[in-house]
């Protein structure tokens, strides 16, 4: 019943309030893109559905159903029951869409003015992502 799946974070939320999460999918990629304080109010949410009686899981997305979830946003969950209330929600999660995105936008720059500070410059970083996951010894 493809009523009962739903996306996004505000329809998510949402339907974690009115406790109608069956199970909750994300991927680990989302966890890493959101940020600390987002992960920490996100784990809370994860704890919520546990305690309400439902599954959570946290995907690999390097493994196809990852890949899945990941290409929906990162962020998926399968509802008890269909909640007609989302249908009216569908203009404000596009609007929470461009707010994610600005932030991660913000969290990027404080980022790059954290590892400047550190004093790394930009062509290391680029030099150690085409490594990343192989062992360079300097």
Known sequence: DYERIIFGLK??????????????LV???YLRKIGGLNRKKLQEKIDKVVV???ISKVLSCMLPPGERINSL?????????????????ENENEDESEKMNKDDE?????LIDQIERLGFDEKEIDENEENEGQYVDE
Do not use: C, P, S, W
């Open 11 to 24: 329809h998510i939320e949402y339907a974690i309030e009115q406790r109608a999460v069956d199970f909750l």
């Open 27 to 29: 991927t680990d990629d």
């Open 52 to 54: 309400d009686g439902g």
């Open 73 to 89: 946003g990162g962020l998926t969950a399968i509802l008890k029951y269909k909640l007609n209330e989302l249908d009216d929600m």
């Open 106 to 110: 913000l969290n990027e720059d404080a």
